[in-house]
Structure formats: structure tokens, C-alpha cells
């Protein structure tokens, strides 16, 4: 097992972190409507990060190249890591919003699906499904279980409603860095891979196709988007594996526990 075993003290750091991140998502909820760029939702989550909370967005010159931007936006039919740019929102348009902040050293980190005037019956649909095929995961979270059996749920789930998962990106270990092991694929066979463990911190983050998995890279090296341009939806969250099961890090007001594994 390469996973890293938190400690109660970093324990509390992540539950700082990962509150700080779901408030983010629910701040910048009001600002998601027609005619707004993606860039002006950028610059008032980064504002928001760096003076309200006192935080440092995670996303900001992450990686090669290095992301230029706080947040990721993802629209329609890109899958994830969409960059912020002048690009108004339109009427019908799905978001990916997903932020990570980094707070005492330690990362939370959040997505959630954000729709724009009225969307189609097909957008609504896949946002709701893919957001049950993440509530179903972390339903089997506890100590004892494998990863396999969370990449079977949603996998399955994804599939019974004759949509598909991307295989390529995958949920992941996280604390004082912003990607550990292990790695959390969102298919795969009951009862394989890692046993959780009390005191492991990851993310589960299901990209859910509404055509084919296939995805390709832009040119930009960051941008995510289908093959077929099919439309895509996404919605994660950072867990605790506790003693008994699952502690949501980054649960945010509108949601409970209870509500999520209720998938209510």
C-alpha cells in the first residue's frame, strides 16, 4: 500500500482545506449565468481565494506546461482541465467548475456541475447521473473495501444508462501534495486493488460520457475534451476513510451525508 496514512493533525488541516474549497463552489454558484466568461468566474474565485480565505488556489502554475489559470471551467463537451478564457456562457451550457485550494499546506478539492438558463433533457440526465454514479461510490467507502469496488459502481452505474466513463483521468491520493497515491479509476472489478484504509485521504471524481469514452488532449497540453464531442459531466468530492467509513471533506451546505448516500 503506497497510500499515505494521515495523521489526526493533518486530518484536521484537510477538513480546513477541503470547507474552504466547497465554500468556493458555493460562493461562485450566483455568478454561473448566461453571458459571463469563464475568465470573469476565474478572477472572482482567485479573489476570493487568496483574500477572503487566505488560501492559495492549487490549479495556478500547477504542472508542465504550468496551468495558467485558479480553476478549472469545463463546458459541454470538455471533460476536464479547461482553461478559463473570454468566452462567454450561453443559454443550455453545462460547467464543470473545479477548484483546489491549499490551506497550512494542504489541499481540498472540489468539483460540481453548474447549469446556465435551461438545459436539455440530455444535459440534465447525464449531470444527475454522474453525480449518483459519485454519491454510489461513496456509499462503499469504509475501511476493508477495495478501489475496485468504487470503480465497478460507477462504471456500472455510467453503463446502465448507456453512457460511458473516461479511463484516462482518474481520481487521487491528496494532502500536503495535490496528487498521491493511490490512483482512483472510476471501472474496474469488485473486490481488486487496494484496501482502504483508516486515515487515507482521496478524490472521487467521475468523468461520465454521454457518447463514446474516447477523449482527446487540445493543443493547449491541458484541455480534455471528447472525441466525439459528445457532452460530458463530472462532479467530485475529497474523502476520509474514517474507523467505521466515509467523512466528506468537501461537502457543501446544500448536501449531507445523509442526503449523499440517500442520493437524494
Known amino acids: 500500500m503506497t497510500a499515505i496514512i494521515k495523521t489526526p493533525e493533518e486530518i484536521e488541516k484537510m477538513r480546513v482545506a477541503g470547507k474552504l474549497a466547497a465554500e468556493v463552489l458555493t460562493m ?44 478549472c471551467t469545463s463546458v459541454n463537451h470538455c471533460i476536464c482541465h479547461g482553461i478559463p478564457s473570454d468566452k462567454k456562457l450561453k443559454d443550455g451550457d453545462i460547467i464543470n467548475i473545479d477548484v483546489t485550494v491549499i490551506k497550512d499546506g494542504y489541499h481540498g478539492d472540489t468539483s460540481k456541475m453548474f447549469v446556465v438558463g435551461k438545459p436539455s433533457i440530455l444535459a440534465e440526465r447525464l449531470i444527475r447521473v454522474t453525480q449518483e454514479c459519485l454519491y454510489k461510490a461513496i456509499e462503499q467507502v469504509k475501511p476493508g473495501m477495495r478501489l475496485g469496488d468504487i470503480g465497478h459502481i460507477c462504471q456500472t452505474h455510467a453503463e446502465a444508462h448507456n453512457y460511458s466513463i473516461v479511463r484516462e483521468y482518474c481520481g487521487h491520493g ?72 466515509v467523512e466528506i471533506l468537501t461537502l457543501r451546505e446544500e448536501e449531507t451525508l445523509e442526503r449523499v448516500i440517500s442520493h437524494g
Open 28 to 71: 461562485i454558484g450566483p455568478y454561473v449565468k448566461k453571458g459571463v466568461t469563464t475568465d470573469e468566474l476565474n478572477t472572482i474565485c482567485h479573489d476570493y481565494i487568496v483574500n477572503e480565505q487566505k488560501a492559495v488556489p492549487a490549479p495556478l502554475n500547477y504542472g508542465h506546461p504550468p496551468f495558467p489559470k485558479s480553476i
Open 174 to 245: 491528496i494532502g500536503a501534495s495535490f496528487h498521491e497515491e493511490p490512483q482512483i479509476v472510476h471501472y474496474g472489478k469488485p473486490g481488486t486493488g487496494d484496501v482502504l484504509e483508516p486515515g487515507m485521504c482521496f478524490t472521487i471524481e467521475p468523468m461520465v460520457n454521454a457518447g463514446k469514452r474516447y477523449s482527446k488532449v487540445l493543443p493547449d497540453q491541458w484541455t480534455v475534451v471528447t472525441k466525439d464531442r459528445s457532452l460530458s459531466a463530472q462532479w467530485e468530492h475529497t474523502l476520509l476513510v474514517t474507523e467505521t467509513g
